[in-house]
Each structure stands twice: as C-alpha cells, then as structure tokens.
Nanobody, 119 residues
Framework: QVQLVESGGGLVQPGGSLRLSCAAS????????MDWYRQAPGKERERVAF??????NYADSVKGRFTISRDNAKKMVFLQMNNLTPEDTAVYYC???????WGDGVDYWGKGTLVTVSS
C-alpha cells in the first residue's frame, strides 16, 4: 500500500501564507503524478495545482498566488499558498498516481489538511 500524508494546514488571516506538504511512502515503484486538490464546504472537490511534463498548472482561482513544487528524491510535493483569501478555505488533498506492487497508475489520496482563512 501507499500512504499520502499532508501537513501544513491551519488558521491564517487573509493575505497570509501557508506551505502545504505531502509525503508519499510505501511500496512505490514510481510516482507519476502528485497533484493538489481542495474541497470547500458545500462544494465539489477541485484540482488546484498539478505538474505535467515538468510544467506547473493551476486553477484560475489560484493562479499567481499558489506555487506547486516536487522533491522527487523525497517523494514529496509542496504547495506554497500566498495572499490567501477566505475563498481559499477548504480541506486540501494530495492525490498521487503511482506504479506500485499492485499495478501501474494506481490512484491514491491523502486524508487532507484543513486550511482556514479568517480574520
């Protein structure tokens, strides 16, 4: 099995910053993708940041404020979030597409980390 553990969430004032981390562990042969999603109360889960072919991509709502990065050696992905607004309040999830002992392209999710933006 593969485990994804997010960290770094918390309460922050509008205009503040947070850095989320996600660490993957377990029987990993190769990590193909590690993406960030979020789900706000009463809303569907949305993908906010991902890297494909080395190029970062962002949802329009976070473009210019969020930065995704990966440390492949440590099997980690990060999300630097700046200039946060109350609309960024959500549970943030790490999602990974992994080749492991159970097959190729297996999809895993972390349990999420809560980000609350409020004064």
């Amino acid at each position: 099995q593969v485990q994804l553990v997010e960290s770094g969430g918390g309460l922050v004032q509008p205009g503040g910053s947070l850095r989320l981390s996600c660490a993957a562990s377990g029987s990993i042969i190769r990590i193909n993708y590690m993406d960030w999603y979020r789900q706000a109360p009463g809303k569907e889960r949305e993908r906010v940041a991902f890297i494909r072919s080395g190029t970062p991509n962002y949802a329009d709502s976070v473009k210019g404020r969020f930065t995704i990065s990966r440390d492949n050696a440590k099997k980690m992905v990060f999300l630097q979030m700046n200039n946060l607004t109350p609309e960024d309040t959500a549970v943030y999830y790490c999602n990974a597409d992994v080749d492991d002992a159970w097959g190729d392209g297996v999809d895993y999710w972390g349990k999420g980390t809560l980000v609350t933006v409020s004064s």
